[in-house]
């Protein structure tokens, strides 16, 4: 039996373990203040894009074989601050099943009053609460809350023995930016929902398919209605569903991608029109 489900995510997965190495190598040999921040600063992006992958593993598992879908969910966690299970029980049972109905969704973004909440307090609020959230969804599904118990302890204990072994670049190159992960993938569930109050699954979600980018860093994301479709899809496939039901969604649930992913796109196309003069083709050539 192959060792990936699919074979479109060994080029993630290899990526995402080798950053987790690069983080081991900053952690057992950079001792300076300043290397140490400068890559926490540069983890920050690459893990809270990383969340994004953990996100879908969780929905359709990466491997064939169980022992490397919990290894990877150990980097996932320590990278994301999102745990094996995690995504299973707060989002994938919690919120997919629930999210029409603002009432029973553990990522609502109404408030007690049924109004909108502004984003800030949302964001924090999911990220504050995720854990508990998930225990409290796991009560019902006591077979996955024990799995998500052992993961959360397996994690978190790997990060505490380095902690005490090296705790200044613990405290930077781990714990700093998991955290910073999960309160940036609490507010990317603002962005997908937020006061889209309807029963209709084909207006409840917010899409984003003009990104040269956005895609193809979060594993079709953008695809966002077609994910609550049929949220145990494989992300390849998203983008075929979303054609076969692209009729049915109303013109205001595409927007552009979000600030960051929108000056990603600015500086891809600046680099491109730059290859795109003259000179630098004539120099390209002589190379």
């Not at 987790?20 to 893990?47: H, P």
């Not at 990522?107 to 909108?116: A, D, F, I, M, V």
């Not at 949220?231 to 569903?241: D, E, S």
């Amino acid at each position: 039996m192959a060792l990936f489900k699919y074979k479109e995510d060994q080029l993630p997965i290899l990526i995402i373990t080798t950053f987790f190495f690069i983080d081991l190598i900053f952690y057992f040999n950079i001792d300076n203040l300043l290397y140490l921040s400068l890559w926490c600063l540069l983890a920050i992006v690459i893990k809270g894009i990383t969340a994004a992958w953990n996100h879908n593993h969780q929905h359709c598992n990466t491997f064939n074989y169980p022992l490397f879908n919990r290894l990877i969910e150990i980097v996932f966690g320590m990278h994301t601050g999102v745990c094996g299970y995690t995504w299973v029980l707060h989002h994938n049972i919690g919120h997919h099943a629930n999210y029409l109905d603002q009432k029973k969704d553990e990522s609502h973004w109404k408030n007690s009053k049924g109004e909108r909440m502004i984003r800030l307090r949302y964001s924090f609020e999911i990220f504050i609460t995720s854990y508990y959230r998930c225990f409290i969804v796991g009560l019902k599904h006591p077979k996955i809350l024990k799995k998500f118990i052992a993961m959360v302890s397996i994690t978190v204990t790997i990060m505490l023995a380095l902690t005490y072994y090296r705790p200044i670049p613990a405290l930077i190159i781990l714990w700093i930016p998991a955290i910073l992960s999960l309160l940036i993938t609490a507010d990317s569930t603002y962005w997908h929902h937020s006061g889209l109050d309807t029963k209709d699954p084909m207006s409840a979600s917010r899409n984003s398919l003009s990104s040269i980018c956005y895609n193809t860093l979060t594993g079709n994301f953008g695809y966002h209605t077609a994910h609550h479709y049929k949220g145990g899809l494989h992300w390849t496939k998203l983008p075929a569903l979303h054609e076969k039901i692209k009729h049915r969604i109303p013109a205001e649930c595409y927007l552009p991608p979000t600030p960051f992913f929108s000056s990603v796109d600015t500086v891809i196309k600046v680099y491109r029109s730059l290859l795109s003069l003259p000179e630098l083709q004539l120099n390209h050539e002589i190379k």
